[in-house]
Every structure is written in structure tokens, then in C-alpha cells.
Nanobody, 125 residues
Framework: QVQLVESGGGLVQAGGSLRLSCAAS????????VGWFRQAPGKEREFVAA???????TYSDSVKGRFTISRDNARNTVYLQMNSLKPEDTAVYAC???????????????????WGQGTQVTVSS
């Protein structure tokens, strides 16, 4: 079973940056597609970004140009670099993984079967 642990969340001023990490167990994690989702109070969980085993990536329109997803397979870690943060980025951010190894990058929660516990990101105005 794959276990995912997020870190790097915290409090940052608007316009600032944070880098989230998603560390995974499992020796085949490098072949997994990994996505980041976020959920703000009173809102549905929202797709943020995803990356495939072949480093194909995609972003939601709301974060495109500000966030960058990457992975370090040697460390079994996926990163989400968040720049130019806005108060509306405030949410619990969770990473998710699927064992699919093609270039499909799901944008729905149903496309993933492993989930981390989430890390809080708060952006102050």
C-alpha cells in the first residue's frame, strides 16, 4: 500500500511563496501519476495540478502560471511550488496518487486511489 505524507504548508503573506512536498512510500511510486487537490471551507475539493511518471503535467486555470508541479523520483517525492500566492489559495492541500502509468492526468478525485492527510496553506492579505 502506498502512503503519502504532505509537508510544507503554513502561513504566508499575499504575493509570497511556499513549496509543498508529497513524500511517498513504495518503490514503484516513480511510475505513479500524482495530483494535488485543495479544499477550502464550504467548497468542494478542487483539482490543482498533476504530473505523470513521464513528467507530463497539467494545471487548473486558476493556478496556471503561478504553480509548478515537479517530482524527484530518487526521493519518492512530488513538489508543488506555489508563487504569487493569493488569499483565495487558502485551503487544505492534499496529494493523491494512482498506479496508472499512461499519460492520462485525471482532474477528478475518482481518478486517484491513494491520498495523503493534507496540509494547511493560509495566505493572508
Amino acid at each position: 500500500q502506498v502512503q503519502l505524507v504532505e509537508s510544507g504548508g503554513g502561513l504566508v503573506q499575499a504575493g509570497g511563496s511556499l513549496r509543498l512536498s508529497c513524500a511517498a512510500s513504495g518503490r514503484t511510486f516513480s511510475t505513479y501519476t500524482v495530483g494535488w487537490f485543495r479544499q477550502a471551507p464550504g467548497k468542494e475539493r478542487e483539482f490543482v495540478a498533476a504530473i505523470s511518471w513521464g513528467d507530463v503535467n497539467t494545471y487548473s486555470d486558476s493556478v496556471k502560471g503561478r504553480f509548478t508541479i515537479s517530482r524527484d523520483n530518487a526521493r519518492n517525492t512530488v513538489y508543488l511550488q506555489m508563487n504569487s500566492l493569493k488569499p483565495e489559495d487558502t485551503a487544505v492541500y492534499a496529494c493523491a496518487a494512482t498506479s496508472r502509468s499512461d499519460s492520462i492526468l485525471p482532474r477528478r478525485t475518482s481518478g486517484y486511489n491513494y491520498w495523503g492527510q493534507g496540509t494547511q496553506v493560509t495566505v493572508s492579505s
